[in-house]
């Protein structure tokens, strides 16, 4: 099948799957089901399938129900925030295994790594995935995943996600893939080989900066998935109904959000590229990108993220951010209103970000006022 064809049945399923009127009153949008506890049956059984909500919650069924189906995957556990999610993913492996992982992946992951994981026994090392040389170079015996994110944060670099996975499986690992930045509509890891996909449902998936909470989407019934499902039974980390069902909403409008969201950050991107005061625009639409070619053709579209180093530095990168109008400064991403976002200096002691970098958001807002909004911005920077 195309991936023109995926992408479209994935729009479909943002809007219907998991997504069946409410059999008691015929509500076309689902109840929220805030119980806790729910009734046994006379003869004891429980024989429409809720027990205690830590355990199984309508609401939580209908999101992971539509994930799994986003993600052309056999299952999906829902958790309170993208961090919870990658824990529950990274916690699934046992001690002393070693992972291969993006340098460059979300920065509370490689503080997971270095931290806590770290203490319980996992053992990682931070390589370069977007070149295949380094990730074969990094792979060990004891290897058991590689965590990929591509488009990477906050540099857009892109990886060979299929070639990874083909690398992982030759190892006999797994490769996961945080695929927040992308969503399932951008991109689909599992189609093209990984086995378990990661979000921060927080950003593009819930789409309106309300509400927090992420997932992770397994290929196959087994083992991993599992795991997920005793994080969420055992270690009990949930995501409360009323925040799947916003989230399960916000999925509803995702095609809509993301296609504009795209064609707003192809059109910033080009307009930055022209710019005197930008040193180098990252941003995979760009043909001069050099991650471009994979991810036209692993991708379904170039997504609403990315970033820009101005000429000056650090010092004219938070000038430049000072003087926006529209952009809010905040961390963040995937909402309706876009973001400015100098990331140096939230990252912390590990970062590797230039500092003259900003990352933006793009939102629903007229693209040309933000074109204008950036223009002023670097002008009046400039102008000191
Ligand atoms: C935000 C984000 C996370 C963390 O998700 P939270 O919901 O904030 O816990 C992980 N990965 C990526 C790529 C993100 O953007």
Known sequence: MSKERDRERAATDAVHAGMQPDPVTGAVMPPIHLATTFERDADGGYARGYVYSRQGNPNRDALETALAQ?????????FPSGMAAAFAVLFALEPGDHLVVA????????????????????????VDLS???EARAAMRPNTALVWAESPSNPMLRISDLQALAELAHQHDARLAVDNTWPTPLGQQPLLLGADVVVHSTTKYLAGHSDVLGGAAVAREEGPLLERLREAQDLAGIVLGPFDCWLTRRGILSLPARLERQTRGAQAVAEALQLHPAVEQVHYPGLPSDPGHAVAARQMHGFGGMLSFQVRGGEAAAMAVAAHTRLFRRATSLGGPESLIEHRASIEGPHSATPGGLLRLSIGLEGVQDLIEDLDQALTQAQAG
């Open 131 to 133: 070149s295949l040389e």
């Open 70 to 78: 986003l993600e052309a995957g056999a299952g999906a556990a829902a």
């Open 103 to 126: 340098d460059d992946c979300y920065y509370g992951v490689g503080e997971l790594l270095r931290g806590p994981l770290a203490r319980w026994g996992l053992q990682a090392d931070f």
